[in-house]
């Protein structure tokens, strides 16, 4: 009767969440008629391609009939998919046009939006990595853990940054059975590879994993490697509030590569810190490849819910990163910080743009 009741009060508390985040969402983007300040950007899992082809940045986020409804130029109504918005300073941004509609007959959700969406380049074309999910279709139950739906992450292929972006396959990229989120591009000695998370809620403690693709990145090959166990990070949190229950487990959220001007391989990633606030932390590949083995920092470089980062240049040269502020909608926002390349590692400097 508790785990019952404390599921219905979370079910409502999700629901005014939603309501204040459309309200929200409206209010910013219906004020801004033409351009939108970065200071208004809600854009959650935020990753800035910065397009040499075109001297414009474009950041990338989910739509759905519950999300944006009716400000997104091209949006079918009823559909989700995802949007991008362009600039040319960092500073303002265009409004959102549709760069991904979920098609018809798809395996996963058409009405919900896609999560954690990036653009790379890559030898001429543009691939989005994003994850789908299928809500009502169960993949697995396990006792002790929450039910496991259908959760899995996809690579897109198009000419333009601004799409319209075609999936390679009405299936996932990331391997039968798992339940996957975040992936994203990593490009090393000619192998394409992509790097994604094994979801806390189907292991307990949550992996980052790498799996190489084909030239083209149409297919995965060969079985996935571990790199990282947020079980073993010092920092992160080891329960998680999953829909009005606790659970024992450790997020991984957000992998991102950086090489260092001294040839080392960084990676970021996100968790929950132990003060229940969303964090960025460091490892680095001892062998400076990407298969590692991978030794992670103690403490955050980031913190006090800040996180899911990614690192660019942008076109004055300055090394940046990205992430967002505030975990939880309506609130999110996205911040850029410069960084500095130490060589060893990186290092955090004072923020330049984004809501405080």
């Not at 300040?37 to 809600?42: C, T, Y």
């Not at 166990?229 to 329960?239: L, Q, V």
């Not at 991102?256 to 490892?283: C, D, H, P, Q």
């Not at 926002?333 to 330049?352: A, F, M, N, P, S």
């Amino acid at each position: 009767m508790k785990t019952t009741i404390l599921n219905l009060l979370f079910f409502s508390l999700v629901s005014i969440v939603s309501q204040a985040q459309i309200q929200d969402e409206l209010e910013v983007y219906s004020k801004n008629k033409d351009s939108i300040s970065i200071d208004d950007l809600i854009v959650h899992d935020p990753c800035i391609l910065a397009d040499k082809n075109s001297k414009s940045y474009f950041i990338y986020e989910k739509f759905a009939p519950d999300r944006f409804p009716g400000l997104v130029e091209g949006a079918p109504e009823g559909k989700a998919g995802v949007f991008y918005q362009e600039s040319k300073d960092l500073k303002m941004w265009s409004r959102p046009k549709a760069a991904f509609v979920i098609p018809d007959d798809f395996w996963a959700d058409d009405d919900s939006g896609p999560w954690a969406p990036e653009v790379h380049c890559h030898k001429g074309k543009y691939y989005m990595f994003t994850t789908f999910n299928a809500w009502n279709k169960i993949m697995d139950t396990r006792e002790g853990r929450p039910p496991l739906t259908w959760r899995a992450s996809q690579i897109l292929v198009a000419d333009s940054p601004k799409g319209p972006f075609i999936p390679f396959e009405n299936k996932p990229a990331t391997p039968e059975g798992e339940m996957t989120l975040d992936a994203t591009f990593y490009f090393e000695d000619g192998q394409p590879w992509m790097i994604y998370c094994h979801e806390w809620v189907q292991l307990g403690n949550g992996l980052i994993k790498a799996i190489k693709l084909s030239e083209d990145l149409s297919k995965t090959i060969g079985d996935p490697i571990v790199l990282l166990d947020a079980g073993d990070a010092k920092w992160a949190k080891k329960n998680i509030n999953y829909k009005g229950t606790l659970y024992p487990g450790a997020v991984t959220d957000g992998a991102y590569f950086y090489r260092t001007k001294a040839g080392k391989l960084v990676m970021i990633w996100s968790s929950w810190s132990e003060n229940n606030l969303y964090a960025t932390a460091t490892a680095i590949s001892e062998s400076d490849k990407i298969t590692g083995p991978w030794k992670m920092d103690d403490t955050p470089i980031l913190w006090d819910d800040r996180g899911h980062g990614m690192i660019f240049e942008d076109f004055q040269g300055r090394l940046l990163l990205c992430v967002h502020r505030y975990f939880h909608y309506p609130k999110t926002r996205v911040q850029l910080y410069e960084l500095e390349d130490i060589g060893e590692t990186i290092k955090v400097k004072k923020q330049i743009l984004g809501s405080e």
